[in-house]
C-alpha cells in the first residue's frame, strides 16, 4: 500500500491543491446565502381586514394585495397595490374613508402609513390629497408633514402638513399656502 500512495501521492497533492485555489468567495454569493430571507411570512390576495371593538367595526380595509412580515424585531403589513380604509362612528355609518396607491401598517405601534396619490373624504365631502399620510391607530389621529391640498364645498386650501382626527372632520394645516378667504 506505501507504494501505492508513494506512487499517486503527487496526483492527490495536486488535487487537493487545485480545490483549494479554485475556491472563490463571491461576494453576492455569500450575501445570499448568509442573509436572511427577505420575503414576505405571509402573502394574500383580495384581502379585507376589520377592526373592532366590542363589536363595534371602527375600521375596514381592503386590499388587492397584501404581504406580512414578522421577525424579532418588527411585524408589519405591507399593501404594495394600494389600500382603501373605512372609518366608521358607533352607528356604523362611513365617517370618512381614505385611499392609497401604497401603504404599510405597524402592527406593534398600531401606526399606517399610505403613499402616493393618497386622498381622505369625510362626510361633508371635504377632500384631503397629499403624497404621504399617517394614521395612528391608537390616538385616532391623521397627519402629514408634505404638501396638502383641501377641497371643500367653497374652497381649496393649500399647506406643507396637517393634522386630522381620523374621521378628518375636525383638521387643520400646519403651514397654509395660497389665498384663503376670509369671512367677515
Not at 366590542?54 to 408589519?76: E, F, H, P, Q, W
Not at 399610505?114 to 386622498?119: G, H
Amino acid at each position: 500500500m506505501t507504494k501505492v500512495f508513494e506512487k499517486y501521492k503527487n496526483f492527490l497533492l495536486i488535487i487537493v491543491l487545485g480545490l483549494f485555489f479554485s475556491c472563490e468567495n463571491d461576494i453576492n454569493t455569500v450575501n445570499i446565502i448568509t442573509n436572511k430571507d427577505k420575503s414576505p411570512t405571509e402573502t394574500s390576495r383580495n384581502v379585507e381586514i376589520i377592526y373592532s371593538e366590542n363589536a363595534d367595526v371602527l375600521v375596514k380595509a381592503n386590499a388587492s394585495l397584501l404581504n406580512r412580515y414578522i421577525n424579532d424585531k418588527t411585524s408589519y403589513m405591507e399593501m404594495p397595490e394600494g389600500v382603501k380604509v373605512l372609518f366608521y362612528d358607533s352607528l356604523k355609518n362611513v365617517e370618512s374613508s381614505l385611499i392609497a396607491n401604497y401603504a404599510v401598517y405597524h402592527e406593534r405601534e398600531k401606526i399606517m402609513e399610505a403613499r402616493n396619490n393618497v386622498e381622505v373624504v369625510n362626510r361633508k365631502g371635504e377632500k384631503l390629497n397629499t403624497e404621504h399620510l399617517i394614521w395612528n391607530q391608537q390616538n385616532e389621529k391623521i397627519y402629514s408633514d408634505v404638501f396638502v391640498k383641501i377641497t371643500t364645498s367653497d374652497e381649496i386650501l393649500f399647506g406643507e402638513g396637517l393634522e386630522a382626527d381620523q374621521y378628518f372632520d375636525k383638521w387643520k394645516i400646519k403651514k397654509p399656502k395660497g389665498t384663503i378667504s376670509v369671512k367677515k
